[in-house]
């Protein structure tokens, strides 16, 4: 003690400034750096959970990009096997559709044909019937000056049974 008396330093004043140091530095780590402690480490937690919700959304983000993709992915099939379908169904209309007017087209073609037959049947007997009368009528003529009235007779009668098988 002696030393520190030649030193200058008084014993109880030493004490009484280790004790007020003691109390101050108690003090402030109490009241100043334990909640500043407890703060930083709030805020630290806060940024650490900050950071795995940051690190969690971009994952989720990553895995509804993946999602929205493979949607695409899928819609896109989707619509190419529509579109694909679509055009088979258009294709196949246009068949019967061509089928369809090719039948018609037959069908008027034969009705034409059979106008036609009809047309020409019917003016072959016309005519038939014109070429009978006329030549009915010639032969009688010649027949009044060449035959006597029973022979014409006979002859006319046999030409009438006769001729329209003959032009057959």
Known sequence: ???????GVD????????????ILVSVLT?????????????????IA???E???????QNRELEQFRTEQLKKIDQEVGA???????QGETMRDEILASAKREADAILAKGERQLEEERTRVFQEI??????????MTEKILTREFSAADQ??????????????LR
Do not use: C, H
Request: hydrophobic share 50%.
């Open 82 to 88: 529509l579109l694909e379908r679509g055009k088979r």
């Open 53 to 59: 919700d940051a690190a969690r959304i971009e994952e």
């Open 153 to 166: 007779q006979r002859i006319l009668s046999d030409l009438e049974k006769n001729i329209p098988s003959l």
């Open 11 to 22: 014993w109880k004043l030493l004490i009484a400034q280790i004790v007020n140091f003691t």
């Open 128 to 137: 038939q019937a014109s070429l009978a009368s006329m030549i009915v009528r």
């Open 30 to 46: 109490y009241f100043v750096y334990r909640p500043l402690l407890n703060l930083l480490d709030a805020r630290r937690a806060r």
């Open 49 to 51: 959970k900050a950071m």
């Open 1 to 7: 003690m002696e030393l520190l008396l030649k030193l």
